[in-house]
């Protein structure tokens, strides 16, 4: 019977987490994408609008077109009811909505006293996550120059999240296990080849750290689901990257390529690039040396570094040639990274400062501080971006 209680009470406390995420977001991308300011909305809704009237997509969406099919599907499902910018708020909202309840949910139970009072208050917490904005007050730049992880100006890194949680949590049980059923690895493959339809990015931190985790752990004889990581990611992923490689980079109508340009997007942006990366990055690192010990041993937060160093290499040293070279595409990959290593790096500490009582109070004093300053961060950037039409 206890057990029948506690599974409504998680499932209640679930939807509340998805329904608060949702409250929150509203306000911030009902202003941003009915009103006329910077961001990127307006362009993926006349993607979506030459699909509609022509029949095809322009090469860019083309490549992964799974935003614009998405409010497309709203749109007409609603019988026309709602248009294509109304469309976009629901995905948004949808997507905050999802990221919470998937943090939720990786938590994971705790018998702890309050710890679902904690586990909901964290993953609310991480939707709005963000670089603790210090240098703000001197170049007035809330975005450019740091690793953000809270974004309202780009509708597809928001829907890449959930999507990227929910591969990682899939990821989690083959490197665990050394079978799974055929099932999650069917779901492995299909949300691999979701995340890059919506965004490539994450798929291209997450399969070269994961081949690199596998031959790892392959070699140090550990129990691994082969079968998993090579059908359920690797090929599935391998697949959707190259056929995105020749509608991206091999159509006359792009005229782009990827170069090689160390700091070359980031710098044109915005100076103190070595300080805003710790800025950014503060709570991760005090994750580091909290857990430097249980790096080789925890799987996961092993797969979760490997995975920041290539993403945060990839948004570095690389940039796209032609006019498309200050997009800072390879941006995302350092984002999406970021946010997924703090989550890994939150379910963590959670365990270990409330089921453990481990760390000394000074250990918890500063873990929760690091944590507070990108939660006001957050709040900032937040009103930042609800109160300006910029989001720089």
């Not at 009072?117 to 975005?143: C, E, H, N, Q």
Request: proline residues 3%; positive net charge; hydrophobic residues 50%.
């Amino acid at each position: 019977m206890d057990t029948i209680k506690e599974v409504i009470y998680n499932r209640k406390n679930l939807v509340i987490t998805f329904l608060l995420c949702v409250v929150i977001s509203f306000p911030v991308f009902f202003y941003r994408i009915t009103e006329p300011v910077d961001g990127d909305f307006g362009s993926h809704v006349e993607y979506a609008r030459f699909f509609l009237d022509n029949g095809f997509f322009e090469p860019i969406p083309k490549s992964h077109p799974v935003l614009q099919l998405m409010i497309i599907f709203i749109m007409r499902i609603s019988g026309g009811f709602l248009g294509l910018y109304s469309s976009m708020l629901i995905t948004q909202l949808l997507s905050y909505g999802l990221i919470g309840a998937a943090i939720y949910y990786w938590i994971g139970d705790g018998k702890e006293k309050n710890w679902e009072v904690w586990r909901v208050l964290a993953a609310i917490s991480m939707t709005f996550l963000a670089p603790f904005m210090l240098l703000a007050l001197k170049d007035g730049l809330f975005y450019y120059g740091y690793i953000t992880m809270a974004n309202y100006h780009n509708p597809t890194v928001n829907l890449l999240k959930p999507v990227a949680i929910f591969c990682m949590m899939l990821a989690e049980k083959a490197l665990n296990k050394s079978e799974n059923k055929l099932s999650l690895i069917a779901a492995g493959g299909l949300l691999t080849i979701l995340s890059a339809g919506i965004k490539p990015n994450f798929i291209l931190a997450f399969l070269p750290a994961l081949g690199i985790v596998t031959i790892f752990l392959f070699f140090n004889k550990e129990k691994i689901d082969l079968k998993m990581i090579a059908f359920g990611f690797v090929l599935p992923g391998t697949l959707t990257l190259a056929i995105q490689y020749l509608f991206m980079y091999q159509a006359e109508e792009t005229n782009t390529a990827i170069i090689w340009a160390p700091f070359l997007v980031e710098s044109a942006f915005s100076n103190y690039l070595v300080i805003k990366f710790f800025l950014s990055t503060m709570f991760a690192l005090h994750g580091l040396v909290i857990f430097r010990k249980q790096l080789i041993s925890d799987k996961l937060l092993l797969l979760g570094w490997v995975m920041f160093v290539v993403g945060i290499f990839q948004n570095y040293f690389f940039a796209e040639s032609g006019s498309s070279m200050l997009y800072g595409n390879f941006r995302w990959s350092g984002q999406i990274v970021l946010f997924l290593l703090t989550i890994i790096i939150l379910r963590k500490a959670m365990r270990y400062f409330f089921s453990c009582n481990e760390g000394s109070l000074f250990t918890r004093a500063s873990f929760a501080s690091a944590y507070v300053l990108q939660v006001i961060g957050g709040v900032s950037y937040y009103i930042y971006c609800l109160t300006s039409m910029h989001y720089r």
